[in-house]
């Protein structure tokens, strides 16, 4: 009963999903008996589960919602749809990818195409092997193993006869054909010749590139702008950029003086204006002017987050502060950075698997280590995972530190949705609200979410629905039934 306390006490979603994603911008794309569809952070459902796939893809930005639409399979054909559910480009391509600038990819009849957000063709169709996402105004075309360049408005910008071809920064993209490197402008004009053997991206007006194992910065003409002394330079932390000499590592400035000379066996880029870097095996950390801030002491180290950093020996983390005063002490088989003040921490778990819980800035257990895996928070829920089942944990109720006021008395639950959530003891199904009350009393061999005021429930091994008195308004006498959408609901019996 301790273990399902605990689970109980930050719950914010019941654990009854068999795949989630992270909450982005109050919607999380979660897998409910072999389909797909969106909760909210109530655990309401707002995009019924009808969907054979729903677009992985995310980001921080966007979520899963690319322009505000999200690609959906069903029935072997793809389409869009936006965040209330509305189909919004019909489900009749062969294959689609995601919308980036305006512009979707879409295949039918084995040809690509564009499209926009109403599902007008913007470039007409197109034969290659893979096509890609736009990326400041270019997206890349696959062809014969080799990549090219197009426009928005379908031209060419470069043939397809490069082998490798990088995204544009600052107006330069690097390109490689037959083991060289070099780089075009957005023209697809090749301005640097292929005659190097890496480059790296532009970064503040000049560029890198690797010749005779040595690396150069070279400005937009290709002239040299610093002497090729160091190999594998790195970008810029607190305004250091890494660098390796014969094997020991320092630091330049963007002047390219050496603020700290090549003394390490390893070094790491900056972080709230320490780094950490080796000598003699052992991980230490030192300040922007290489004065040595915590001695050597540590098998492994990592960057300072929120002013406390994970440090390791053998095989435990703990944290240390920027004075080097280990604040939690070295007992964690593993450790993560602090955001927001929580950190995610890690105990040997059941048969050989990592356990996670949470800790705060003073190391105190907020949530033990009892899940399997547990996420970063997104909109105030963190998705967790324990024993094959999916849920969320709610940063509301661990701030609060507050019990869950529904008593732990049912052998399953499932989440909230219009007020109510099913719940069983002795198998049957009834339904609890938001205080724990029994409304619909525990009578059901089985029990769906309410979704438009109706849910499907299972009596004598047939189907029909309730409305949130308990009132049976359909009969159970359906072989299958499916949430209600739009007010209506699909049915099945006898195969049909």
């Known amino acids: ?57 995310y980001d921080e930005k966007n979520g899963h919602f690319f322009d505000g639409l999200v690609k959906v399979k069903q029935n072997r054909k793809y389409g869009f749809i936006d965040r209330t559910g509305r189909i919004v480009i019909p489900l009749i391509y062969d294959k689609a990818g995601f919308f980036s600038e305006g512009l979707a990819p879409v295949m039918q009849k084995n ?37 090219g360049y ?42 640097i010749p292929l005659v190097y053997d890496g480059t790296i991206e532009f970064f503040r007006g000049l560029g890198q590139v690797k010749c005779n194992d040595k690396w150069h910065y070279i400005d937009k003409k290709g ?22 000499c014969n094997g020991k590592y320092g630091y330049i400035d963007e002047n390219n003086i050496v603020i700290i000379r090549p003394l390490y066996e390893n070094a790491m880029d900056f972080h709230e204006g320490l780094a950490w870097v080796e000598r003699k095996g052992k991980w230490l950390f030192i300040d922007t002017t290489g004065r040595e801030v915590i001695p050597p002491k540590y098998d492994n180290a990592y960057d300072f987050c929120e002013g406390l950093a994970e440090v390791a020996n053998d095989g435990l983390s703990g944290y240390v502060d920027t004075n080097g005063k280990e604040i939690v ?23 050989g698997y990592l356990s996670t819980g949470l800790i705060d800035r003073d190391g105190m257990e907020i949530v033990p280590p009892i899940f399997e895996n547990l996420d970063d928070f997104h909109e105030g829920l963190a998705l967790v995972n324990r024993k094959g089942k999916y849920g969320y944990i709610s940063r509301k109720l661990i701030d609060k530190n507050k019990r869950n006021i529904i008593k732990i008395d049912y052998d399953y639950t499932g989440p909230f949705s219009e007020g109510l959530a099913a719940v069983s003891r002795n198998g049957k199904w009834g339904y609890i609200d938001k205080k724990g009350r029994e409304v619909i009393k525990p009578k059901y061999k089985n029990a769906c979410m309410f979704h438009e005021g109706f849910a499907d429930v299972i009596r004598d091994k047939k189907c029909g629905f ?20 739009n007010g209506l609901a699909m049915v099945q019996t006898n195969e049909k």
């Not at 999903?17 to 459902?45: E, N, P, T």
């Not at 910008?157 to 780089?183: H, Q, S």
């Not at 002239?223 to 390796?244: G, S, T, W």
């Open 1 to 57: 009963m301790k273990t399902n306390y605990y689970i109980e006490k930050f719950l914010g979603i019941k654990m009854i999903y068999s795949s989630a994603d992270r909450f982005f911008r109050g919607l999380a794309r979660v897998k409910y008996k072999g389909k797909w569809g969106f909760i909210d952070r109530s655990g309401g459902i707002i995009i019924p589960f009808i969907y054979d796939e729903i677009d992985s893809n």
């Open 111 to 147: 040809k690509w195409s564009y499209i926009d957000k109403t599902g007008k063709e913007i470039i007409p169709p197109f034969t290659c092997d893979e096509a890609g996402y736009f990326n400041k105004g270019f997206v890349k075309i696959y062809k014969n193993k080799k990549q």
């Open 150 to 191: 197009m426009d928005k408005t379908g031209r060419e910008i470069t043939p397809v006869i490069y082998d490798n071809l990088c995204n544009y920064y600052e107006g330069m993209a690097a390109v490689a054909r037959d083991g060289k490197w070099g780089f075009i402008n957005k023209s697809g004009k090749e301005v």
């Open 223 to 244: 002239n040299e702008a610093a002497p090729p002394v160091y190999n594998d330079p790195k970008e810029f932390f607190d305004d250091l950029a890494r660098i390796e």
């Open 329 to 351: 002490p070295l007992l964690y088989a593993d450790a993560y950075c602090f955001k927001d003040g929580l950190a995610r921490v890690c105990k040997d778990g059941i048969s």
């Open 466 to 485: 309730i409305d949130e008195t308990g009132r049976m308004v359909v009969p159970p006498k359906y072989d299958n039934v499916q949430f209600f959408n």
